[in-house]
């Protein structure tokens, strides 16, 4: 409550991005103070989950594009979430779309963003996760969510995949493949079998290659879907997913539509927040239904879309997630949502 009557009113005076990145550097650097927020924010460590040979201490996680370029990874360990997604993490660094490309719908409780994978590059961010794991615990994990650079034709984005993917493969805890991005032109027709199919078998082989060479456990990879698509499409994906031996899916990114908006916006981008819920949860509800008449090789289900309270959260339980990932509601709940979601 305090947030929201006192600190969110003077953060939301400021341009959503320019503020975004005041305070991300400022709790990247103020690690002193980390100790107090863990006491103020963290929750205890309720219902772990384990897919493979990863254990998430809780059920909450950070979804992708809040911490592009994981600066801050200390800092969500010690607000209580079991991981992050860092990126989207692109081969070569690239500032993104043109600004002003955030715009915040405070009516709706939605966001909507034309970022466009503005990013470090994989260097750099293998870097910063580098250091930050010096200081966190075991049990947060780091998810490394990868896609293509803006310049890279659909025809060529699996050498961008399997750069970042080889790159990062020594830092990355999992890997998720954003598909689904509607601010990288043409990205969504990895959702079509022809690229897709390719696509995860070609990354499972390297993912083995790798693996075998190092000694090591292959990583779990996620694939992270639009919400727009329609149920043939969503029943496409998951068994090319299945298929491949995919670990699971993370249902959804935003949305281009603008679904049970009281005003009208024109701005382009992706919508979260609110008015997503509904479109989220349905491809999530209909993965859940393939996963139950699979009997051999059921698909991990995360859910993200619209998170903003307890009921939600149970929601993407009800509906078959094993995680849920949060982004607009921590923005306009603040870190005290972890409490409530987890509590």
């Not at 305070?23 to 924010?41: A, C, Q």
């Not at 493979?52 to 801050?72: E, Q, R, V």
């Not at 010690?78 to 993104?96: D, K, M, R, W």
């Not at 984005?157 to 990288?184: M, Q, R, V």
Request: one cysteine or more; a positive charge.
């Amino acid at each position: 409550m305090f947030y929201k009557i006192f600190i969110r009113p003077v953060l939301f005076l400021f341009d959503p991005e320019y503020i975004h990145d005041i305070i991300l550097g400022f709790v990247s650097k103020f690690t002193v103070l980390y100790p107090l927020f863990r006491i103020l924010f963290s929750p205890e460590n309720k219902n772990p989950v384990s897919i493979s040979d990863l254990k998430f201490k809780n059920k909450l996680g950070l979804a992708a594009g809040f911490d592009k370029n994981g600066i801050a990874l200390r800092f969500w360990e010690a607000l209580g979430f079991s991981h992050i997604e860092v990126g989207t993490v692109t081969p070569l660094p690239q500032p993104g779309n043109d600004k002003p490309r955030i715009f915040r719908l405070k009516k709706e409780n939605a966001l909507i963003n034309r970022l466009g994978f503005n990013n470090n590059g994989a260097d750099e961010v293998r870097n910063n996760i580098i250091e930050a794991k010096k200081f966190t615990g075991k049990d947060f994990l780091v998810g490394i969510n990868i896609g293509k650079n803006k310049d890279t034709s659909i025809q060529n984005a699996l050498e961008d995949y399997k750069i970042c993917f080889e790159k990062l493969f020594d830092e990355a805890d999992y890997f998720t493949l954003n598909i689904s991005s509607p601010n990288t032109e043409g990205l969504r027709l990895l959702h079509e079998e022809q690229y897709l199919d390719t696509l995860l078998s070609e990354l499972q082989k390297l993912n083995n290659q790798i693996s075998k060479s190092k000694s090591s456990e292959t990583k779990c990879i996620f694939l992270k879907i639009a919400p727009d698509i329609n149920s043939e499409l969503t029943e496409s994906v998951y068994r090319t997913a299945v298929k491949n031996k995919i670990s699971g899916i993370i249902a959804t990114n935003t949305t281009v539509q603008r679904p049970k908006m009281k005003l009208h916006h024109n701005e382009q981008g992706g919508l979260s927040g609110k008015p997503l819920k509904a479109m989220s949860d349905k491809v999530l509800k209909k993965l859940n239904e393939l996963n139950s008449s699979n009997y051999t090789n059921h698909l991990v289900l995360i859910g993200a879309g619209g998170v903003f309270s307890k009921k939600d959260f149970e929601n993407k339980i009800k509906n078959g997630a094993s995680l849920v990932q949060i982004y607009t509601g921590f923005i306009y709940e603040g870190p005290s949502l972890i409490k409530k979601l987890l509590n």
